[in-house]
């Protein structure tokens, strides 16, 4: 069992910055990747960025060049750069065990002037 505990969301102007913070705990040496998705009302959940065991990460084509996401032991981070009105969501961190996904409560993500 793997419990994930988001922070760091809240209310931005177009083109600012924010950092969201997830702690892990648990059976984290079991962890094949962990990332972030984001959800809006009336759409899927997507991926926004993940890390693999071995150090490699995958972002959405929509904030390649934006989003930087790093992990360090139990952590995991989303720095977002650049943020636009469509960055508005609320965010999930995600940890995957083999074929189990486990999900934080979300973060509110509002990108507004």
């Known amino acids: 069992q793997v419990q994930l505990v988001e922070s760091g969301g809240g209310l931005v102007q177009p083109g600012g910055s924010l950092r969201l913070s997830c702690a892990a705990s648990g059976t984290i040496f079991s962890i094949n990747a962990m990332g972030w998705y984001r959800q809006t009302p009336g759409k899927q959940r997507e991926m926004v960025a993940q890390?693999?065991?071995?150090?490699s990460t995958n972002y959405a084509d929509s904030v390649k060049g934006r989003f930087t996401s790093s992990r360090d032991k139990n952590m995991v981070y989303l720095q977002m750069n650049s943020l636009k009105p469509e960055d508005t969501a609320v965010y999930y961190c995600n940890a995957q065990v083999r074929i189990v996904n486990y999900w934080g409560q979300g973060t509110q993500v509002t990108v507004s002037a």
């Open positions: 890390i693999f065991s071995g150090g």
